[in-house]
T-cell receptor, first 111, second 113 residues
Framework: DAKTTQPNSMESNEEEPVHLPCNHSTISGTDYIHWYRQLPSQGPEYVIHGLTSNVNNRMASLAIAEDRKSSTLILHRATLRDAAVYYCILNSGGSNYKLTFGKGTLLTVNP | GAVVSQHPSRVICKSGTSVKIECRSLDFQATTMFWYRQFPKKSLMLMATSNEGSKATYEQGVEKDKFLINHASLTLSTLTVTSAHPEDSSFYIC?????????FGSGTRLTVV
């Protein structure tokens, strides 16, 4: 599986936008970029995923670089409930293919 | 949205006993489910891929005789930790895909005393 690199931690203030970066320089043409987050003592939660174009949903936006070697998860207005570990994962195998988790980014949101 | 239900959420067992964890897809069918374990302040580590009607595929280093996986129906996979020891204490999480993205169970906190 192609590897992703994320900062270990980031900090944000409540109601401000948050940009979480992810580098994936060895991404292949069939790799989708997935983002999940995990709150303490819970299972991960799907956030968003995309292939080439930027994606938006009710939770976040995903900005994908033109060369696809990096992407950014954007939380438009951080809330205290967004404090979690965010994982950027590449997946090319479809729904029956395993996800491999890296260390993720621990996001702290200050009130 | 698609829901994966995991039970129990928390279990304490004595060393040497076995514990079964259930993972159900509530509103979709899953021919494949995934089992992870997570130690404190660490990332999720895939243990095995559970395949409906066939044997599970275990990741390297995971003992298949210790972590028994059964996927007898399209909505249920079970993980049995056999002869549990304190080092098996961990957070176990299952996952399945409804077709777009993956849905995870809420996890099972296993403590072996």
């Amino acid at each position: 599986d192609a590897k992703t690199t994320q900062p270990n931690s980031m900090e944000s203030n409540e109601e401000e936008p948050v940009h979480l970066p992810c580098n994936h320089s060895t991404i292949s043409g069939t790799d989708y970029i997935h983002w999940y987050r995990q709150l303490p003592s819970q299972g991960p939660e799907y956030v968003i995923h995309g292939l080439t174009s930027n994606v938006n949903n009710r939770m976040a936006s995903l900005a994908i670089a033109e060369d696809r070697k990096s992407s950014t998860l954007i939380l438009h207005r951080a809330t205290l409930r967004d404090a979690a570990v965010y994982y950027c994962i590449l997946n090319s195998g479809g729904s029956n293919y395993k996800l491999t988790f890296g260390k993720g980014t621990l996001l702290t949101v200050n009130p | 949205g698609a829901v994966v239900s995991q039970h129990p959420s928390r279990v304490i067992c004595k060393s040497g006993t076995s514990v079964k964890i259930e993972c159900r897809s509530l509103d979709f069918q899953a021919t494949t489910m995934f089992w992870y374990r997570q130690f404190p302040k660490k990332s999720l580590m895939l243990m095995a891929t559970s395949n409906e009607g066939s044997k599970a595929t275990y990741e390297q280093g995971v003992e298949k005789d210790k972590f028994l996986i059964n996927h007898a129906s399209l909505t249920l996979s079970t993980l049995t930790v056999t002869s549990a020891h304190p080092e098996d204490s961990s957070f176990y999480i299952c996952s399945a895909s409804p077709g777009d993205g993956y849905t995870f169970g809420s996890g099972t906190r296993l403590t072996v005393v």
